[in-house]
T-cell receptor, first 111, second 115 residues
Framework: DAKTTQPPSMDCAEGRAANLPCNHS???????VYWYRQIHSQGPQYIIH???NNETNEMASLIITEDRKSSTLILPHATLRDTAVYYC????????????FGAGTTVTVRA | GAGVSQTPSNKVTEKGKYVELRCDPI?????LYWYRQSLGQGPEFLIY????????DSGLPNDRFFAVRPEGSVSTLKIQRTERGDSAVYLC?????????????FGPGTRLTVL
């Protein structure tokens, strides 16, 4: 019952912006889009979340389309330490303690 | 400050044995979660505690798995009669309280290998 679709892998050049797409065409009006990442041998780390407006924090920017059926996580200046698996998660507010991870996108930042 | 810690970091056991995995959440966090991550997959929810009580254990795969949090802080995940299919990384997370506005902080996980 995957609610999001992400490419399995992508490469990015160090210092360039990394744009990670996510499709969530069945998202409902009260569901949030969350992004986590998991660096090798570590637990997942929260990055950012949004409902319908674009969001930015010190780690990344989240762009959500107007119809909310897809989103893009932007890492503005990728570094080698950004190499990780990135998970896009749709999180319902009524059942909001479970994080349902898919397979994610393995992002490799190359020097 | 200290993050979520899990012990041991690695556990190797034999099929049929009993194991306990420990999670120390961030101080003051009332919500605690266990997830399991098989190789090449994302984490899967197992159980959620709010305080001392298990508010949702729907992710536990069967009755060989049990978790406790007797004082509302440290939690222990217990697996009886381990099977080779139980081999995975067991992740613990905590949050200040439950809710979509409360970020879950994850520990590094315990890698369980059942021979």
């Amino acid at each position: 019952d995957a609610k999001t679709t992400q490419p399995p892998s992508m490469d990015c050049a160090e210092g360039r912006a990394a744009n990670l797409p996510c499709n969530h065409s069945t998202i409902s009006g009260n569901e949030y889009v969350y992004w986590y990442r998991q660096i090798h041998s570590q637990g997942p780390q929260y990055i950012i979340h949004g409902l319908k407006n674009n969001e930015t924090n010190e780690m990344a920017s989240l762009i959500i389309t107007e119809d909310r059926k897809s989103s893009t996580l932007i890492l503005p200046h990728a570094t080698l330490r950004d190499t990780a698996v990135y998970y896009c998660i749709v999180r319902p507010t009524h059942n909001d303690y479970k994080l349902s991870f898919g397979a994610g996108t393995t992002v490799t930042v190359r020097a | 400050g200290a993050g979520v810690s899990q012990t041991p970091s690695n556990k190797v056991t034999e099929k049929g044995k009993y194991v306990e995995l420990r999670c120390d959440p961030i101080s003051g966090h009332t919500a605690l979660y266990w997830y399991r991550q098989s190789l090449g997959q994302g984490p899967e929810f197992l159980i959620y505690f709010q305080g001392t009580g298990a508010a949702d254990d729907s992710g536990l795969p069967n009755d060989r798995f049990f978790a406790v949090r007797p004082e509302g802080s440290v939690s222990t995940l217990k697996i009886q009669r381990t099977e080779r299919g139980d081999s995975a990384v067991y992740l613990c997370a905590s949050s200040l309280t439950q809710g979509v506005y409360n970020e879950q902080f994850f520990g590094p996980g315990t890698r369980l290998t059942v021979l």
